[in-house]
Every structure is written in structure tokens, then in C-alpha cells.
């Protein structure tokens, strides 16, 4: 089976590197700003650098604002890397203009005192057992850059935390969805083991309808 993967295209960059990521696993996705395509998907990759408000602002001129909602709030296996994941938040110090609102919490500046962008390899410490680690070891190291942090209001949406000066949350999850704030696709094969668990998140909700 070969889920309809789609990576989506809103101008925020980064889309290759995760588009050769699937591509590595044997499941190509398609990179589309096309909210119909969206619509169709199997499982979204939300990727983004950059700032929030830009982020939104692009989302909204392509349509793509509700069709995100109603695949993450309808089931569909959902994941957003980077700037992704602060998207699902209600808002960014970074910018007035709304984010998607999908979780309750708020998006925050790195204090000034550490060195802004956090900017190479850390610690992911697993928090709760989530499909998406299975086969990873707690403490292993991803890729980080990122100059804001996402401040859940629930804790217990927060999987994993990475200490850097100051604890955040680094991987959130609730049911279909999944986010971190490190990149997959420049993590190697640790990475990439992350989006091989959620295509199988994708196949195992096709096979149970």
C-alpha cells in the first residue's frame, strides 16, 4: 500500500530535504499548495522555516487554512516539523496574527541570555511512549534550529522535552497528530525512522478503516 502522502507547499522552504526523506523510505509524497490535493491525503507533513505571521499569511492567500483544520481535527495523521509545530499553537510572540489554533498554548521567544538561533544537534527526552519513537532510544540526539519554543497549555501533550538553558517542548502529540520542533530530515537515520513510524500510522488507519 502507498499512502497519499502531501507535503505542503506554502512557500516556506525546506520542502525538498523532506520530500527526499520519503522518498529514501519508498513512499514519495507530493509537495502541493493545492487545497483539494490537501484534502485527499492520507497523511500532511506541515514543514515551514521562517516566521509565523508570514506562515499564516501565505496559508491564508492559498485556501489552505481550513482544509489543514479539517484534516487534523477529522483524524488524518498529521505532521508538523519546525515552524510546523508552532503553527498548531494559538499564537507567537513573534507575530500578532493568529496561528491555527489547533492546540491551546503559546509560541515563545528563546530568552536573550542563550545563544539565539538554537542552532545544531541536542537531546530529545521521551516524555510518554508515542508510534512515532517506537524503535528509538530516549536521549537520542536530532537537529535543531529555531530561535521560539512552543509552551503547550496541557502538559500532556508534550512527548518530548530538550533542555537548552531553559526546558521545552520539543515533540507534541494528541491522537492524529504529531509535532517537533527539530527536523526529521536533517536528523539522518534517526530521522528518517520517525517518518518511516508515522507511514505506518498512515497504513495501520487504512487497514482498520
Known amino acids: 500500500m502507498n499512502p497519499k502522502i502531501v507535503i505542503v507547499d506554502y512557500g516556506a522552504g525546506n520542502l525538498r530535504s523532506v520530500e527526499k526523506a520519503f522518498e529514501r523510505l519508498g513512499y514519495p509524497a507530493v509537495v502541493s499548495g493545492e487545497p483539494d490535493i490537501l484534502l485527499n491525503a492520507d497523511g500532511v507533513i506541515l514543514p515551514g522555516v521562517g516566521s509565523s505571521g508570514s506562515a499564516m499569511a501565505a496559508l491564508e492567500k492559498r485556501g489552505l487554512v481550513g482544509p489543514l483544520v479539517d484534516k487534523a481535527e477529522g483524524g488524518t495523521p498529521f505532521f508538523g516539523v519546525c515552524l510546523g509545530l508552532q503553527l498548531l499553537m494559538n499564537g507567537s510572540d513573534e507575530d500578532s496574527r493568529p496561528c491555527l489554533g489547533l492546540f ?28 512515532v519513537f517506537s524503535g528509538v532510544d530516549n536521549n537520542s540526539y536530532f537537529y535543531f534550529v529555531h530561535s521560539y519554543y512552543t509552551d503547550p497549555a496541557d502538559d500532556t501533550v508534550i512527548v518530548g522535552s530538550t533542555d537548552y538553558g531553559i526546558n521545552f517542548c520539543s515533540v507534541l502529540a494528541s491522537g492524529n497528530l504529531i509535532a517537533t520542533q527539530f527536523h526529521p530530515e536533517k536528523s539522518g537515520e534517526i530521522g528518517l525512522k520517525l517518518y518511516e513510524n508515522f507511514v505506518r500510522m498512515m497504513i495501520l488507519k487504512e487497514a482498520l478503516g
Do not use: A, C, Y
Not at 113 to 122: A, C, D, I, R, S
Open 104 to 131: 491551546p498554548g503559546w509560541v515563545r521567544r528563546i530568552p536573550s541570555e542563550l545563544k539565539v538561533p538554537h542552532m545544531g544537534w541536542n537531546q530529545v527526552h521521551i516524555k510518554q511512549e508515542h508510534p
